[in-house]
C-alpha cells in the first residue's frame, strides 16, 4: 500500500509540474522533477505517457540546484538548434532535448542509407553537437504502422544506426552516442491517416548531460 502511494504521488507531481504550471520555464521545471523523484519518476512517467523521450530525460534529471544549471545550459544548446537546424523539430524537456526529424528529411521513402539533403542537415547538427560535448545522445528510429511488426522494426534500428554512423564519422564521440529502434510501437501522431503515418516516419535524438556536466553543475551549486 505504501508503495502505491508513492507511486501515486510521483504521478500527481508529475502532473503537476508537466503541465500544471505553465507559467514556469523548462529549466526550472527540470529542477523540480529532478528533486521530486528522479530517475523512478521519470521512468513512471515514460510507461505511463508511452513517451520514451519524455521518459528517458526525466529519469536522467538530477534535479535541485545541479539540475537548474544544466537545464540553462540545455536552454542555450535548444535555442542554437533552433536556429541552425530549421528541418528539425527542436523540444526542451526537463533536463534534456528532443530533436526531431521527419524521416522524409533524411531519408527516401523505405530507403535507411541517407540522402544528401539529410547530411546537409546532420552537418548542421552536427555543429552544434560538437560545441556542447559533454551530453549524451540517443537516436531513436520509428516508422509508421504499414507493413510488417518485424520490417518495421528492422527499418527503424537501420535508420537510427545510419544517423549514429554518420555523427560518428563527424567527430561525434562514440561514447556519447547510443542507437534504438522502435519500429511502429511508439507512434506519436494518428497512423490512420497519411499525414499521421508521414510524421510517425520519424528519427528522435534525446540529449541529455553526462557526467561529467552533471559533477560540473553539482560544483557551481555547492554541492
Not at 560545441?131 to 545522445?137: L, R
Not at 509508421?144 to 554518420?166: F, H, I, M, P, W
Amino acid at each position: 500500500m505504501k508503495k502505491m502511494r508513492i507511486s501515486l504521488i510521483m504521478i500527481l507531481s508529475a502532473v503537476l509540474i508537466l503541465s500544471g504550471c505553465a507559467s514556469w520555464n523548462k529549466t526550472q521545471k527540470g529542477a523540480v522533477v529532478g528533486t521530486a523523484a528522479g530517475g523512478a519518476m521519470g521512468a513512471v512517467i515514460g510507461r505511463a505517457s508511452g513517451n520514451t523521450a519524455l521518459g528517458a530525460i526525466i529519469g536522467a534529471a538530477v534535479g535541485g540546484g545541479a539540475g537548474a544549471i544544466i537545464g540553462n545550459q540545455m536552454d542555450k544548446q535548444a535555442e542554437e538548434i533552433k536556429k541552425t537546424v530549421p528541418d528539425a523539430k527542436v523540444e526542451r524537456v526537463g533536463e534534456g532535448i528532443v530533436v526531431e526529424f521527419s524521416s522524409n528529411v533524411l531519408f527516401a521513402f523505405d530507403r535507411s542509407d541517407l540522402s544528401d539533403d539529410a547530411r546537409t542537415s546532420l552537418d548542421k547538427l552536427v555543429v552544434v553537437l560538437n560545441s556542447y560535448p559533454d551530453t549524451n545522445i540517443e537516436v531513436q528510429g520509428h516508422t509508421d504502422s504499414k507493413g510488417s511488426v518485424a520490417y518495421n522494426q528492422s527499418l527503424s534500428e537501420r535508420r537510427a544506426s545510419a544517423v549514429t554512423g554518420y555523427l560518428a564519422g563527424k567527430n561525434i564521440a562514440g561514447t556519447r552516442l547510443s542507437t534504438i529502434g522502435f519500429g511502429e510501437k511508439l507512434p506519436k501522431y494518428e497512423n490512420d491517416t497519411e499525414e499521421g503515418r508521414s510524421q510517425n516516419r520519424r528519427v528522435e535524438f534525446l540529449i541529455t548531460a553526462n557526467e561529467k556536466m552533471k559533477a560540473e553543475a553539482a560544483k557551481e551549486a555547492g554541492l
